[in-house]
Every structure is written in structure tokens, then in C-alpha cells.
């Protein structure tokens, strides 16, 4: 995969970002996971928007399992690739923000998956699998199609809705999860830990807390969340940064923390915009909610 988060890459491009779709025209609602599975799925969606074309901007993050009753577009990659949005798709873990452009109307179903339930949903290195969108018959088998075409189906005739097909695919990862490495899942609670601790967190607290040489946690940081521990660190500063400065308002202690974490005002506003695809200015423009909730802190709780 490759490996340059800041290849270049114009967001603002007339094929790629250019006017995203205003808030009055989305509605997503957010859908708590059932309890059994809150370990692996962060939170359930149901994402809709009839317009004729709709554009918006798909954050960093780990995996997730979706359907598409409704719209067909493209998904843009900083490497130059771009990837459909099947109807039944596993979206691997994105390294950067990415934009998407879909002729509408445009409905979305799924579940954001925590790196834990990657791990135990797919079994696959999340480093040598991120940044595309799939198939989901291609990682999680004919059982996984064979659900989201008939979830799709009763969503169209209106036998089911939104929760109904969210809560669906919760109950298939439910049943599909295996059980990872207990050594290895004890790693990634060190590695959520290590992230939330700070927003510049030292490599050298990561590596004295992991049972491990500090070549094995880079290579397992990267196997179960996309990238090398000082890369993921840098991403999650950004879309903790971005969550911050959604808030009305800061705390001294707060903005003394986001003042230390980056070089200056200017590096902060590349880096956001790398990893969230908005600059601060924007991040509580109301014409961005999905933006909004994807950064609101309540879906990186795993950080604690």
C-alpha cells in the first residue's frame, strides 16, 4: 500500500471536493451497538441524502461494514486510485480523509468498527489492506452479500428500516467476530490507551507499557491499525484536534494542550485537513454534520 500520507492530493479539485452538500439536505442518525458487541463496533449509522449529486468527505478511520440501497459514486484515494461504492462493501482502514462523490439519491447503512473488531471480523492486516473499498463478498464471503442484498431489498420495498438493516449487520458481526490473540488484543487496549493519553504521545511510553520490543509494536500497531505507532499517532492528534475545536468553546488547559501539540497554527490546519478534510474554520460550519458527529468524541471512545 502506499505509504506517503502527504502525497499530493487536491480536495479542492472539480473531480474530487469542490462544493460539499449542504447539512439541510443529509440526515444521519447514529445507532448505539447492542452491548455484546461494543468491543468491536463504535457506533451504527444511517446516512441519507436524495439529492441529484452529493459530495462530501469520509475521514480517517478504521473499517467499516456498509450497504448502499441508494446511489452509486466513488470514493478518491490520496495514493490516485479511486473505488466504487459497491452495494454491499467492507470499507478498509483510511489512513487519511477521502472524498466521495455519488450520483444520488444517496443512503448509507453500516457499522464503524473499532480496531479490535477489524481484526476479529476480518483477520486481515489492516496496514496491507487500508485505504479501499471492497466487495464485502471479497473479505467477509457469499453470507455477507447474500445479507446486504436482502437488507437492501426490504430497505427499498420498505419492509425495513434504517435500524432494522444497522441493527442486521450488528447481529452478523455478532456472529461472525473470532477471538484475536489475547496477547495481542491486550496490545491494542495498550496502544488505545497510549493514544488518548496526550495528543503528542511519546513512542517511548507506548513501547515501556507493551510486552513487546519496540520492533514488534511497530509491526503490530500497523498490523491492527493501519499504520506505524508515530503515523497513527499523528492521525489521531488530528481527529483529536478537530474534536476539540468542534466545541463552542475551550478550555485554557485545552487550548494550552492543542498550542503544544503542533508546530504552529498553520501545521495544525494542514494536518487536520489531512486527516479530517476540513480546515478548523469549518469544522463547526452546520453544513458539515456528518463531519461533525464522525469526529464527535463519543466515536473515539476507544481512546478513552
Known amino acids: 500500500m502506499h505509504d506517503n500520507l502527504d502525497a499530493t492530493f487536491d480536495t479542492d479539485s472539480p473531480e474530487t471536493g469542490y462544493e460539499l452538500t449542504e447539512s439541510a439536505l443529509i440526515s444521519v442518525d447514529y445507532i448505539a451497538p447492542p452491548a455484546a458487541i461494543s468491543d468491536y463496533v463504535t457506533t451504527l449509522y444511517h446516512f441519507r441524502c436524495d439529492e441529484a449529486h452529493i459530495r462530501d468527505i469520509q475521514p480517517a478511520s478504521i473499517g467499516h461494514l456498509a450497504i448502499f440501497p441508494y446511489g452509486k459514486g466513488v470514493m478518491h484515494f490520496r495514493a490516485g486510485h479511486r473505488d466504487p461504492n459497491h452495494e454491499v462493501a467492507m470499507m478498509t482502514p483510511l489512513?487519511?480523509?477521502?472524498?466521495?462523490?455519488?450520483?444520488?439519491?444517496?443512503?448509507?447503512?453500516?457499522?464503524?468498527?473499532?480496531?479490535?473488531?477489524?481484526?476479529?471480523?476480518?483477520?486481515?492486516?489492516?496496514?496491507?489492506?487500508?485505504?479501499?473499498?471492497?466487495?464485502?463478498?471479497d473479505i467477509l464471503g457469499d453470507d455477507a452479500q447474500r445479507l446486504g442484498d436482502a437488507l437492501n431489498a426490504g430497505y427499498r420495498d420498505g419492509s425495513m428500516s434504517g435500524k432494522d438493516c444497522a441493527l442486521a449487520l450488528a447481529d452478523f458481526i455478532a456472529a461472525r467476530v473470532r477471538p484475536v490473540n489475547p496477547r495481542h488484543a491486550g496490545l491494542i487496549k495498550v496502544i488505545n490507551n497510549w493514544l488518548g493519553s496526550a495528543l503528542n504521545p511519546e513512542l517511548s511510553a507506548?513501547?515501556?507499557?507493551?510486552?513487546?520490543?519496540e520492533r514488534q509494536v511497530q509491526r503490530l500497531t500497523e498490523?491492527?491499525?493501519?499504520?506505524?505507532?508515530?503515523?497513527?499517532a499523528r492521525k489521531y492528534r488530528a481527529l483529536r484536534a478537530a474534536a476539540l475545536l468542534s466545541f463552542p468553546s475551550l478550555?485554557?488547559?485545552?487550548?494550552?494542550?492543542?498550542?503544544?501539540?503542533?508546530?504552529?497554527?498553520?501545521?495544525?490546519?494542514?494536518?487536520?485537513?489531512?486527516?479530517?478534510?476540513?480546515?478548523?474554520?469549518?469544522?463547526?460550519?452546520?453544513?458539515?454534520?456528518y463531519l461533525t458527529e464522525m469526529i464527535d468524541p463519543k466515536n473515539l471512545r476507544e481512546l478513552g
Open 251 to 289: 478550555t485554557p488547559e485545552y487550548e494550552a494542550e492543542l498550542g503544544e501539540a503542533f508546530f504552529d497554527q498553520s501545521h495544525m490546519i494542514r494536518e487536520i485537513n489531512l486527516f479530517v478534510g476540513r480546515t478548523p474554520a469549518r469544522l463547526r460550519n452546520p453544513d458539515n454534520p
Open 206 to 213: 507506548l513501547i515501556d507499557k507493551a510486552a513487546y520490543s
Open 95 to 137: 489512513s487519511t480523509a477521502n472524498p466521495i462523490v455519488v450520483d444520488g439519491p444517496f443512503h448509507a447503512i453500516g457499522a464503524a468498527l473499532t480496531p479490535l473488531g477489524w481484526a476479529a471480523l476480518t483477520g486481515l492486516h489492516a496496514g496491507e489492506h487500508r485505504d479501499r473499498l471492497h466487495p464485502a463478498r
Open 223 to 232: 498490523r491492527y491499525f493501519g499504520l506505524p505507532p508515530q503515523a497513527l
